[in-house]
């Protein structure tokens, strides 16, 4: 094997720790899809499982243009690289259809309206990313990075996808003041604050990458999010009874 970059350890490492995400974060979103009963709260459990389904299919092509880039494909990194910006900005869309269904207590038809227009900047964003290209191709012992040719492609992910959604997570904390029931609050909370953690991870990987430890964050995060729709014990009983008065 001719790759130059067989003693970056660093890199498998990088590419463990991703695909770690990856298989936890599947695991919370297939939970909470199996876990939704209430009809009333189908659809925004649906779309969380996506954000972490999408978060998931980030990472875990993160962790195999890694290893290519180990073994010194350049070309099938490049590939996976906008493979995985197609998961990652997936996750804005997600974002945004929670933050307006628990500020709106549950109108999906009004959620929707946000999330299809963030999805079109989104699909807006892989076209001028994939035909202005990459390259500045950096392989460190930690990462491989490639830089986006486009300074469009770089400003409508940054202000069009990612700011926005990282707001409305945090706006998300908002929608207590309407919120009526204690498992109402919950979820909110728990909603909030596993999204911010993971996305602005995500954040930081897009704008700073650097070495994966700081990701393993990101584990916790999806523990939030399994307990959003499967609560621990010891809550569970209050909750369910709370919503069965």
């Given at each position: 094997m001719n790759s130059p970059y067989l003693d970056y350890y660093g890199l498998i490492a990088n590419a463990a720790?991703?695909?770690?995400?990856?298989?936890?974060?599947?695991?919370?979103?297939?939970i909470v899809m199996r876990r939704q009963k209430?009809?009333?709260?189908?659809?925004a459990g649906y779309i969380f499982a996506s954000f972490w389904m999408a978060l998931s299919l980030l990472y875990f092509f993160v962790a195999v243009r890694t290893?290519?880039?180990y073994l010194g494909y350049e070309q099938l990194d490049l590939v996976f690289f906008y493979v995985d910006?197609?998961?990652g900005g997936l996750m804005a869309p997600c974002a945004l259809f929670l933050f307006f269904y628990f500020?709106?207590?549950?109108?999906?038809?009004?959620?929707?309206?946000?999330?299809?227009?963030?999805l079109g900047i989104w699909a807006t964003w892989?076209?001028?990313?994939?035909i202005g290209g990459a390259g500045n191709y950096t392989v460190t012992l930690w990462f491989t990075e490639w830089e986006p040719n486009s300074a469009i492609a770089r400003a409508i992910a940054i202000f069009g996808l990612y700011l926005p959604s990282a707001l409305a997570i945090i706006g998300l904390l908002f929608a207590l003041i309407r919120a009526q029931s204690r498992l109402a609050r919950y979820r909110i909370i728990f909603t909030s604050v596993s999204m911010f953690v993971a996305f602005g991870i995500v954040i930081i990987d897009y704008l700073f990458p650097g070495p994966p430890w700081m990701r393993l964050v990101i584990?916790?995060?999806a523990i939030l999010g399994y307990f959003?729709?499967?609560p621990p014990k010891f809550l569970h009983k209050t909750l369910e009874m709370e919503a069965e008065a």
């Open positions: 720790v991703s695909l770690g995400i990856a298989i936890i974060g599947i695991l919370v979103s297939i209430s009809a009333r709260t189908k659809s290893l290519f880039g910006n197609f998961f500020i709106t207590q549950g109108k999906t038809k009004v959620a929707l309206i946000p999330g299809l227009i963030s892989n076209v001028v990313n994939i584990l916790l995060a959003t729709y499967v």
